[in-house]
Nanobody, 119 residues
Framework: QVQLVESGGGLVQAGGSLRLSCAAS????????TGWVRQAPGKERQFVAA????????VIDASVKGRFAISVDNVQNRMYLQMNSLKPEDTAVYYC????????????WGQGTQVTVSS
């Protein structure tokens, strides 16, 4: 079993920055793929970014490319999402997620952290 806990959300003005952190515990994430998914009010969950726990094979959604960056520190067992140039449309609950490399859908989820961007 894998436990994921997000932190770092909050209220920020448009143009500002936040760094989300996802702390992983339980079974090792070696060989896992991890990522961030967000859900805005009244909308479906949207993929944001993903990365292998080894730190390679990064994928960033086009809607945030150039503004967001994903990284892992597998010594500290943490994954990060650096969010710059935030826009009001980035307002959402951000979830970290993990899955084994052989599985297509996310298997493990954190509880989410709220990000609110004011205009």
């Amino acid at each position: 079993q894998v436990q994921l806990v997000e932190s770092g959300g909050g209220l920020v003005q448009a143009g500002g920055s936040l760094r989300l952190s996802c702390a992983a515990s339980g079974d090792t994430l070696s060989g896992f793929r991890t990522g961030w998914v967000r859900q805005a009010p009244g909308k479906e969950r949207q993929f944001v970014a993903a990365i292998n726990w080894s730190g390679d094979n990064t994928v960033i959604d086009a809607s945030v490319k150039g503004r967001f960056a994903i990284s892992v520190d597998n010594v500290q067992n943490r994954m990060y999402l650096q969010m710059n140039s935030l826009k009001p449309e980035d307002t959402a609950v951000y979830y970290c997620a993990a899955r084994r490399a052989s599985v297509i859908t996310w298997e493990y989820w954190g509880q989410g952290t709220q990000v609110t961007v004011s205009s």
